[in-house]
């Protein structure tokens, strides 16, 4: 193993707590499947969609698929300091992380517009309430706040299609709604290079993201395989 193998174990050992299961009285099973809402780790995403991450980041690396890693809806910012972490690592001095949420929590259904998002109001939920100091912080934590992370603060229907992105090589969605997924990959999609990958956190476990996903794909004509990650998790590289 590598030393830059043994740097991203570390980091994603520390980010999901695995290394310290033992002060977060939580089944090891349980954490590594991202089934909880942990107390400390800056990660609730299990092991197999981070190693999903690291695969598509380092695969972009090694071929050379240009364009920056954003992911949309962060919580506490895990993975895209492990997203900077695998930068640091491969020594990549160009590409910039966009870490991009509302740090509000999530949004009110809008079911008059989208009514599939009906029945899904996380909106008063505290802990997925985490605000970009929060997150800065928990990068500083790490070593890894520098100015190639860029935060996009806001809702996603306000940020995300001025936001000088010009390339993407990596696009990661976590919105959970309807109207946060579709909010995402209409001004993103087009950005993201030939070889790049789209992934998405919640097809498996919220409807709501798997029918926007379903109908966004159909609408601009995309059959690039889905690939499933785990009991929740998909992606796809586009074509």
């Not at 107390?39 to 364009?67: F, I, Q």
């Not at 509000?104 to 517009?113: K, S, T």
């Not at 009906?118 to 800065?136: K, P």
């Not at 992105?165 to 087009?190: F, H, K, N």
Request: hydrophobic share 40%; proline share 5%; charged share 30%.
């Amino acid at each position: 193993m590598t030393a830059r193998d043994r740097y991203v174990d570390l980091l994603v050992g520390c980010l999901t707590r695995e290394l310290f299961l033992d002060q977060e009285d939580i089944a090891p099973e349980i954490r590594a499947e991202g089934r909880d809402w942990p107390a400390t780790a800056e990660t609730m995403v299990g092991r197999r969609r981070l190693d999903n991450v690291r695969l598509a980041v380092e695969t972009v690396l090694a071929e050379g698929v240009p364009g920056d890693l954003i992911e949309t809806g962060v919580w506490r910012g895990g993975v895209t300091i492990l997203m900077r972490g695998i930068l640091e690592a491969w020594e990549n001095p160009d590409r910039q992380v966009w870490v991009a949420d509302s740090f509000e929590g999530l949004p009110a259904p809008n079911v008059v517009d989208y009514p599939d998002d009906e029945g899904h109001d996380l909106s008063g939920v505290t802990t997925l309430m985490v605000n970009a100091h929060q997150v800065r912080a928990n990068f500083d934590r790490y070593g890894l706040l520098d100015d190639r992370v860029r935060f996009l603060e806001g809702w996603f229907a306000d940020t995300l299609a001025p936001a000088p992105i010009e390339q993407l090589a990596v696009l990661r969605l976590d919105g959970d709604l309807y109207e946060s997924t579709m909010d995402a990959l209409v001004p993103l999609y087009d950005k993201v290079s030939s070889g790049g990958f789209v992934i998405v956190d919640d097809y498996g476990a919220w409807e709501p993201c798997r029918r926007a996903v379903e109908n966004f794909r159909a609408e601009r004509g995309i059959t690039d395989e889905i690939h499933e990650i785990d009991w929740t998790g998909v992606y796809w590289r586009k074509s």
